[in-house]
T-cell receptor, first 116, second 110 residues
Framework: ETGVTQTPRHLVMGMTNKKSLKCEQHLGHNAMYWYKQSAKKPLELMFV???????ENNSVPSRFSPECPNSSHLFLHLHTLQPEDSALYLC???????????????FGEGSRLTVL | SQQGEEDPQALSIQEGENATMNCSYKTSINNLQWYRQNSGRGLVHLILIRSNEREKHSGRLRVTLDTSKKSSSLLITASRAADTASYFCATDNQGGKLIFGQGTELSVKP
């Protein structure tokens, strides 16, 4: 089983739908992240959780709602999205949240979202 | 603002050749990391170099760091078709937040 698992891998939704992306990490890490990757753009950090507590919210629109019920699971709830929200959404985890010595991130395979 | 910027944006070489990618950044860092991403997949960590290190090796990968020039390079020696991917540098800004660049798309032709 891979370290960080994301489901679904592909999702197509209309602008009025409500859907959720799921991420699960099997590494015993304390920190989890959501990144957005759009074509020809750098990775955009969306949310950061440390021990289930949100520590970073990078001015993300409220149509994206994260949830971290425990240190192994992270969700991204989606509602009334726009076509420009179509992107690859990547979940990542690390041993601890950023500090003076940031370690490596372990990424999932991503969820490819298309908003019609 | 973007911390790391890779150069070139795209690189095409023949199998067996070496590939060099560069990363420049703006502010002081604690460490710099390189990641690889195959098309449509997640990122995979390749190597981490600390600010007090100048060079690091891992298999066919060689990373250098010049903190005076705020730049790093990733060298892949004896490239293979399977090395075709996008390569990203990531630097930590104040507080340790990792910021990724736009990446270099490497194409290795058989």
């Amino acid at each position: 089983e891979t370290g960080v698992t994301q489901t679904p891998r592909h999702l197509v939704m209309g602008m009025t739908n409500k859907k959720s992306l799921k991420c699960e990490q099997h590494l015993g890490h304390n920190a989890m992240y959501w990144y957005k990757q759009s074509a020809k753009k750098p990775l955009e950090l969306m949310f950061v959780y440390s021990l289930e507590e949100r520590v970073e919210n990078n001015s993300v629109p409220s149509r994206f709602s994260p949830e971290c019920p425990n240190s192994s699971h992270l969700f991204l709830h989606l509602h009334t999205l726009q076509p420009e929200d179509s992107a690859l959404y990547l979940c990542a985890s690390s041993q601890d949240v950023w500090g003076p010595d940031t370690g490596e991130l372990f990424f999932g395979e991503g969820s490819r979202l298309t908003v019609l | 603002s973007q911390q790391g910027e890779e150069d070139p944006q795209a690189l095409s070489i023949q199998e067996g050749e070496n590939a060099t990618m560069n990363c420049s950044y703006k502010t002081s860092i604690n460490n710099l990391q390189w990641y690889r991403q195959n098309s449509g997949r997640g990122l995979v960590h390749l190597i981490l170099i600390r600010s007090n290190e100048r060079e690091k090796h891992s298999g066919r990968l060689r990373v250098t760091l010049d903190t005076s020039k705020k730049s790093s390079s990733l060298l892949i020696t004896a490239s293979r078709a399977a090395d075709t991917a996008s390569y990203f540098c990531a630097t930590d800004n104040q507080g340790g937040k990792l910021i990724f660049g736009q990446g270099t798309e490497l194409s290795v032709k058989p």
